[in-house]
């Protein structure tokens, strides 16, 4: 292990693995963080000395967030119960999306965003906790999702204008959406808390069976003096998904 | 949260994708290419200039130093300006080599001048008197394909007439090159954002439009990672239309195993669909000198090493 990277996994990618069994086996790979888990998983991680880099539970869906304000009222109530939660298990992320476009432009999905992300900063400020809205892709995996391009989450980043407020990259999903990972990660890596990793096409290993060269991607990473973490995000197609996942690992190891 | 319809979903997409055993990150385990006698599974064409520490400053040793690589195929941009007798003997070396041409460009006055979006007469005359010595300079040096780069938006035009004109350009332009063969090439760039053509399928559209098997799709992979992402996908929407394909690594366009691209996996999609044409090598060096040349040899071995 180079120490370079952090290593985290998506819980969700091994949903057929119990918790326990999982935390045991990624703690003895050298991840040191299982994430996409909520307040019930974060003692259970614990005790296998895993933290959660980018925990959940209060977002509503992918599909329901900020860009709709007859959400706000619920978001925020959720965000603000949550918020002291995450900070008091020691973590410092929580995960938001925008939801679906539903029509809206991308003027009208920002400035939603920004009423709704205002009433939930100071709470997120208090607590140095970070809201981290992930980029996803809308061609393949999530039809009309509007955060599908770094250059809208960037904006919103700006319009905030808080450190507590950042984008998670997901490298598999800007590559169907936009390519370009390297320069666009060097240009923005100041808004970016957080990565995902999966390989295009498909969503399965990151491997040489796939078009992105992780280990350079990795590396480029690395450089922008990013000390947060990345999260193996793909799923398996091998029957041995643990082995899988510690070569995911072990490409990202640079 | 609900991420397990998405994760169904997702399992589905990607079933057909079977796993591939074998197959070693070519970063773990690095080729050390000779710099003669290599043989490739796909035609990868490389520049004048690229092996000039190697095998001198001349043209002729150049190509005779790229059939000892193993390269079978050679592109140069510049070709329509050099002079016949340089262009016949040029081609009448590749034959004897049994090398195959690429690309030149089809000169219309560069790549965003005279712009098809235009519609204006002056500048389609200037592309298609370009069409008429293109076949003059094609039938000198064996080529089949032509580089041709549509040129700057029309900013003050509709995006529908902006298009049409490029199409009614285009279908003038291959009227001249059916009869003798040749096969004019879009090139979709990354470098501005005032030039017309940016992606696959814009081209893809355009040609389907024009009709003709002289009007296809040149698929830059450099470009087109710039510019769109999703390789694989992409190139296999447009697969009927694409008939030749250029090569650099993203960001600094130079050969492969320098950027983001997993070219191995790429030049297998390449191959596992049946693609006999050519690969230009239209990038350049990481390194310098004879090492950087040699290197540049290595990267192709090792892209090329899939299975």
């Known amino acids: 292990m180079n120490d370079k990277i952090n290593h985290s996994v998506c819980r969700w990618c091994y949903e057929d693995i119990p918790l326990e069994t999982l935390c045991k086996s990624v703690s003895e790979m050298g991840f040191?963080?299982?994430?996409?888990?909520?307040?019930?998983?974060?003692?259970?991680?614990?005790?296998?000395?895993?933290?959660?880099?980018?925990?959940?539970?209060?977002?509503?869906?992918?599909?329901?967030?900020?860009?709709?304000?007859?959400?706000?009222?619920e978001l925020v109530a959720n965000y603000e119960r949550i918020i002291?939660?995450?900070?008091?298990?020691?973590?410092?992320?929580?995960?938001?999306?925008?939801?679906?476009?539903?029509?809206?432009?991308?003027?009208?999905?920002?400035?939603?965003?920004?009423?709704?992300?205002?009433?939930?900063?100071?709470?997120?400020?208090?607590?140095?906790?970070?809201?981290?809205?992930?980029?996803l892709n809308s061609k393949v995996d999530h039809p009309d999702y509007q955060c599908d391009h770094t250059n809208w989450g960037v904006e919103l980043c700006d319009r905030l204008g808080s450190d507590q407020f950042k984008l998670l990259y997901d490298i598999y999903h800007m590559q169907?959406?936009?390519?370009?990972?390297?320069?666009?990660?060097?240009?923005?890596?100041?808004?970016?808390?957080?990565?995902?990793?999966?390989?295009?096409?498909?969503?399965?290993?990151?491997?040489?069976?796939?078009?992105?060269?992780?280990?350079a991607v990795m590396e480029a990473i690395v450089e922008t003096g990013y000390t947060g973490f990345v999260a193996q995000e793909f799923i398996p197609t091998q029957d041995d998904k643990l082995a899988a996942l510690k070569r995911g690992m072990e490409i990202c190891d640079v | 949260m609900d991420r397990k319809s998405f994760l169904k979903k997702s399992v589905m997409a990607g079933s057909a994708m079977a796993a591939a055993p074998g197959l070693l990150a070519k970063n773990k385990m690095e080729i050390q290419a000779p710099v003669k006698g290599n043989s490739f599974n796909l035609k990868y064409a490389p520049h004048f200039g690229m092996f000039k520490n190697l095998a001198g400053d001349d043209l002729l040793d150049q190509i005779r130093f790229m059939a000892d690589a193993g390269f079978t195929a050679m592109e140069d941009n510049g070709m329509m300006h050099r002079s016949p007798k340089r262009q016949e003997q040029i081609g009448t070396l590749m034959s004897n080599l049994g090398m195959e041409m690429g690309v030149f460009v089809l000169d219309k006055g560069g790549n965003s001048k005279n712009s098809f979006t235009a519609g204006k007469e002056e500048y389609t005359e200037i592309f298609l008197d370009g069409c008429r010595k293109a076949v003059e300079v094609a039938k000198r040096v064996n080529a089949t394909w032509t580089t041709v780069v549509p040129g700057n938006f029309q900013r003050w035009l509709p995006i529908g007439i902006q298009r049409a004109h490029v199409i009614e350009t285009l279908r003038k332009g291959a009227e001249i090159l059916e009869p003798h063969g040749i096969v004019m090439v879009l090139e979709a760039l990354s470098d501005t954002p005032d030039l017309y053509l940016r992606t696959s399928d814009q081209a893809y559209a355009i040609c389907k439009a024009v009709d003709s098997p002289s009007c296809k799709i040149l698929f830059d992979i450099y470009h087109m990672q710039r510019n769109e992402g999703d390789l694989i996908k992409n190139m296999d929407h447009c697969w009927d239309e694409i008939a030749y394909i250029q090569i650099g690594d993203n960001p600094g366009r130079n050969e492969p195993g320098t950027g983001e691209i997993n070219y191995q996996n790429v030049f297998k999609f390449i191959h596992d669909k049946g693609y006999n044409g050519i690969l230009g090598m239209e990038h350049g060096k990481a390194g310098d000198g004879k090492e950087g040349e040699k290197a540049l040899i290595d990267a192709y071995v090792n892209a090329d090493n899939f299975t």
């Open chain 1, 32 to 73: 040191k963080s299982v994430e996409l888990q909520g307040p019930e998983e974060w003692p259970i991680l614990k005790k296998y000395g895993l933290t959660c880099a980018m925990p959940w539970g209060a977002e509503k869906s992918l599909e329901e967030g900020f860009n709709d304000p007859s959400l706000h009222d």
């Open chain 1, 84 to 135: 002291p939660m995450v900070a008091d298990a020691g973590l410092d992320n929580i995960i938001c999306f925008s939801g679906n476009r539903n029509r809206l432009d991308d003027e009208t999905g920002l400035q939603n965003c920004v009423t709704g992300f205002k009433r939930i900063l100071p709470v997120a400020e208090k607590y140095n906790v970070t809201l981290c809205m992930e980029l």
């Open chain 1, 176 to 215: 169907i959406m936009e390519g370009d990972i390297i320069r666009t990660i060097r240009d923005n890596s100041e808004y970016i808390a957080h990565y995902h990793t999966g390989g295009v096409p498909g969503r399965h290993e990151i491997d040489e069976r796939q078009e992105i060269n992780y280990p």
